[in-house]
């Protein structure tokens, strides 16, 4: 099963949640909150865990968890950041999750059931300098952006931190080597096809499920992986 919600940061923190963090927040949570110091940081992390705590109450069966029970943690023990960890009054849960926001908006995925992973990444739609095309993505990704409008470059730039997240995050990120138009199909695809539908579905089969959404001012992504697909090991390969 897998839930998924994007908000924007003062829909989630609107009161009465932003009057009451210390209520929904662990106390490990509040010490990270309370070494945050950067206002707009603080606020993007707050939303990041309070979407993820919904999410959760959202789809437990018959529970009396309260958000206070439930631990989100995205660093390892040596301090370092590391993919979302849930933990259920102090047990880590089986569950994968992942976490973006843009400055106006946060995106949060859980995959409940064991056998996926998933990664989620929301980005504003903007204009990157030419050179950000030359140097991260591949040849086939600038043939097929072609004279595309400048949001495209922002959507392969999502498609591949989520396709980078959904692989768990434990190798080196390098985007040039991970070829959009070959793992999320966007080959089959023109940039006036992905752009004429709010949600297209770009890929779902049995090894990923990929979809990709335009909103207002932002492009997000979203890759399902089955973990237990024979061909996740290749792709993870070439996306390494």
């Not at 958000?67 to 259920?88: C, M, N, Y």
């Not at 495209?152 to 990120?173: D, H, Q």
């Not at 991970?178 to 006036?192: H, V």
């Not at 996740?232 to 996306?239: E, I, L, N, S, Y």
Request: proline content about 7%.
């Amino acid at each position: 099963m897998l839930a998924e919600r994007i908000a924007t940061i003062d829909e989630v923190l609107s009161p009465p949640g932003a009057a009451s963090a210390a209520s929904w927040l662990t106390p490990g949570e509040r010490e990270r909150l309370a070494e945050l110091r950067n206002v707009a940081r603080a606020r993007q992390w707050l939303a990041g865990r309070r979407l993820v705590k919904e999410l959760v109450l959202e789809n437990l069966e018959k529970s009396n968890m309260r958000p206070a029970d439930i631990h989100i943690e995205s660093r390892d023990g040596k301090e370092q950041g590391s993919p979302p960890r849930v933990f259920l009054r102090g047990r880590l849960q089986p569950w994968r999750v992942s976490l973006s926001h843009s400055d106006q908006s946060v995106y949060a995925a859980i995959a409940f059931a064991g056998m996926s992973s998933v990664g989620v990444d929301i980005v504003l739609r903007r204009r990157l300098p030419d050179a950000f095309a030359r140097w991260w993505l591949t040849p086939a990704e600038r043939a097929w952006l072609g004279f595309a409008a400048p949001e495209f470059t922002c959507l392969l730039w999502s498609l591949k931190e989520s396709w980078y997240k959904a692989l768990g995050g434990n190798r080196p990120f390098i985007p040039r080597e991970c070829d959009m138009t070959e793992a999320a199909n966007l080959g089959l695809f023109s940039p006036a096809e992905v752009a004429s539908q709010p949600r297209p579905c770009l890929r779902r089969d049995k090894h990923a499920t990929i979809f990709c959404q335009w909103r207002p001012e932002e492009v997000a992504t979203i890759v399902q992986i089955n973990r237990l697909a024979r061909a996740v090991a290749p792709f993870a390969a070439r996306a390494a």
